[in-house]
């Protein structure tokens, strides 16, 4: 009797063979999925070209130190470096200049002979209570003093006036009186000749109940103290 053919037949060999073939398939896949993501590769594009993957939050956030201001990263690492501060200057500080010597003074009785220079005297040698009259612009007539002032040149030479301003002031705040030109307003000469008196009359404005302290100021300039003469006018 012939032996008789296996009922299992070839069928179990083809599928291990299948099986066999399938898992190589599989593997090949793996392979070429995971060498499809290595580094600085994405996944394949539709076209086949690799799509480079986008970087992680978490790594851009250590390169950059986090998300916050970028001033607090260069505070977290440090000083860059500090200014170096200026110098201090070694030039002395600007001086204010030196402000002109004052003018002396001498004050003298109304009524006294006072001495500008060697030879060379002035005096009040009258004065008197006048209505001043309103001639020239800004001019306010009314109450007034009409002063005349001497000035007698003793010396050889020219003496120079043309420099010499007569003032005067009245009452306990020395108020400055305003000056008028009538009546008999004369100023001082430009110059006194050796031997020579110049004259000249000035008028003030001054109240009647402010004449109890009277002062003419005498400034001629060229030579001597400003002279003042104090005193009680009359009203």
């Not at 003074?105 to 002035?122: I, K």
């Not at 000469?189 to 402010?210: C, I, K, L, R, S």
Request: charged content about 15%.
């Amino acid at each position: 009797m012939s032996e008789g053919v296996s009922a299992a037949g070839p069928g179990p060999v083809r599928v291990r063979w299948w099986l066999a073939a399938l898992a190589l398939v599989v593997v090949a896949v793996v392979v070429a999925v995971a060498l499809g993501r290595g580094p600085g590769g994405g996944a394949p594009g539709a076209d086949g070209s690799r799509v480079p993957s986008a970087p992680s939050t978490g790594s851009a956030a250590g390169a950059t130190g986090g998300t916050g201001d970028p001033s607090d990263a260069g505070a977290a690492a440090g000083p860059t470096g500090v200014a170096p501060a200026s110098p201090a200057s070694d030039a002395p500080a600007a001086q204010d200049p030196a402000e002109p010597d004052a003018v002396p003074t001498a004050t003298v009785a109304v009524d006294a002979v006072a001495q500008l220079a060697e030879a060379v005297t002035a005096r009040v040698s009258a004065w008197e209570a006048v209505t001043g009259e309103a001639v020239q612009p800004g001019e306010v007539g009314g109450p007034a003093l009409r002063v005349t002032v001497e000035v007698v040149n003793g010396t050889p030479a020219a003496l120079d006036l043309r420099g010499a301003v007569v003032n005067l002031y009245h009452g306990p705040q020395a108020t400055p009186a305003v000056a008028l030109t009538q009546p008999g307003g004369s100023p001082l000469p430009a110059g006194v000749e050796p031997g020579a008196t110049a004259t000249g009359t000035f008028v003030f404005a001054v109240p009647p109940a402010d004449r109890d302290d009277v002062r003419v100021e005498l400034d001629a300039r060229a030579v001597g103290p400003v002279l003042v003469f104090t005193g009680s006018a009359p009203r």
